[in-house]
């Protein structure tokens, strides 16, 4: 399960090499987004899009899921409740067998506050002892430099491995990066000139680096 807060197309934006990845592989990917990322009176719209952007990746419609869930409002200053993220997750792990989450880190990639709450609903709810046996992984945040190296920091992420030697990671490399573009084409509503640049110069567009979650 890919667990993903929405105010933008995250998904498309941060992780799709994991996305791509795994569904070329035959993986069965679930995907829960906890906003509808209705800050701007878009929400109707960017859901719709998610689900189109969703289709281009190969996950079907009806695993995908959005929440609009009156204590999670998308936006900056608005801090969401862990418990209430940990309960969500754990009832949407119960009803589709999920074994393996994969979620942002403590920095979220961007900073954003929702990004980090979504993490530490995530590690609360590994915490208790019903869901000792989830395993989690989270999407490695990197310096300013490295987010906007493009393809070049697939070889700097190979190398990362080698400098955490005491932690578990996995680097995913986008196999299909016209897909992302394509999947990222689908919001329409914010698919302007600023995020195109991001999607090709991002090196989040061509490698993950993800780490397990202790």
Request: net charge positive.
């Amino acid at each position: 399960m890919i667990i993903n807060k929405t105010k933008w197309p995250k998904k498309e934006m941060f992780f799709t090499p994991t996305i791509n990845y795994l569904t070329m592989r035959g993986h069965n990917i679930h995907i829960l987004c906890l906003s509808i990322g209705d800050a701007d009176g878009k929400g109707i719209t960017r859901k719709e899009e998610l689900y189109q952007a969703s289709a281009i990746l190969k996950v079907p419609h009806q695993q995908v899921k959005v929440l609009d869930h009156p204590d999670l409002q998308d936006g900056f200053g608005k801090v969401w409740n862990h418990n209430i993220l940990a309960m969500i997750i754990e009832e949407e792990i119960n009803s589709y067998g999920i074994d393996l989450i994969i979620t942002f880190d403590n920095y979220g990639v961007s900073g954003h506050c929702n990004h980090r709450d979504v993490h530490y609903g995530v590690m609360k709810l590994l915490h208790a002892s019903s869901q000792r046996k989830i395993e989690a992984w989270e999407l490695v945040s990197t310096n300013m430099f490295r987010k906007y190296s493009g393809p070049v920091d697939i070889w700097l992420s190979s190398l990362y491995p080698m400098q955490c030697s005491h932690e578990v990671l996995h680097c995913l490399l986008n196999e299909q990066p016209r897909k992302s573009f394509r999947a990222m084409a689908q919001h329409s509503s914010q698919w302007v000139w600023f995020r195109k640049l991001f999607v090709g110069f991002s090196s989040y567009t061509y490698v993950n680096t993800l780490r397990k979650m202790k």
